[in-house]
Every structure is written in C-alpha cells, then in structure tokens.
C-alpha cells in the first residue's frame, strides 16, 4: 500500500474497503501498523467519503464500521491468544480477523457473561509479561 490513491484499489479491498478498514484498525490496535499503512489511511479523507462526523481516522472508523466500544479488547484479546501460542504474524491475523468479524453470525465482538472480564485479565496479564 503505498499511497492513498491506489490503496482502495487492491483487489482484497476494491469491492469491500471495510475489509481494509478493518485490517488497519485491528494493525493499530494491536502496535503493528505500518508507518506506510498509517501515512495510506491518514491521507484518505474518510469524513468526507463516508460521511461521518468523526475526528481522526481511527474515530472515523469506528463510526463508519458501527465498532462497538469494546471491539478493542476482542482484538487484543485474540492477539495476545496467538502471540501466547507463538503464531503472531500481525498482518495475517489482522486478514483473517477482519474475514471473521465480517461472517454472518460473528461471535468476534460478542460477550457472553463473563468473557468481556475474563478478556480484560488476560490482556492485562499478558501486557505484565511483556508480551
């Protein structure tokens, strides 16, 4: 992805840039966006071409994708899970993750009673590992 102009224009992305959209902010949830990806998205006037009323690109996002407020912790939840098992490579989780939130019936940002607390230990208890 190297400039806003053709970043749209994958073919993974061209007919659904939620997708994409939702990649970056997994990438940026998770530490792992690219300077290049970063500079990609901030160049792209999302307020104006999905008419939303957000401030940064981040918010933008989140209003466009309708992201719930704890769509973060699902993130970082799944992501410490991999890097726990040794299988972190940022870009293919942020594919596969954005193929799954989008499935019919996604349980990515759904919290049965408790998980939404047991998500939160776990991301905490990673981060005092280092992970």
């Avoid at 993974?12 to 990438?27: G, H, M, Q, S």
């Avoid at 933008?60 to 726990?84: F, N």
């Avoid at 193929?99 to 998980?115: H, I, L, M, N, T």
Wanted: charged share 30%; glycine share 6%; net charge negative.
């Amino acid at each position: 992805m190297s400039s806003a102009s053709n970043i749209l224009q994958e073919p993974r992305y061209k007919d659904t840039p939620a997708l994409l959209l939702f990649e970056i902010y997994a990438l940026d949830a998770v530490g792992e966006l690219s300077a290049q990806k970063r500079e990609g998205i901030e160049q792209l006037d999302l307020k104006k071409m999905f008419n939303v009323e957000a401030g940064d690109w981040k918010a933008a996002v989140k209003q466009i994708l309708k992201l719930s407020g704890t769509i973060d912790v699902a993130i970082l939840d799944r992501w410490y899970t991999l890097k726990e098992q040794g299988e972190a490579d940022a870009e293919a989780f942020a594919r596969d993750l954005a193929d799954e939130y989008f499935k019919d019936g996604s349980a990515v940002d759904v919290w049965p009673e408790g998980a939404l607390d047991a998500a939160n230990r776990h991301i905490e208890e990673c981060r005092a590992k280092g992970l």
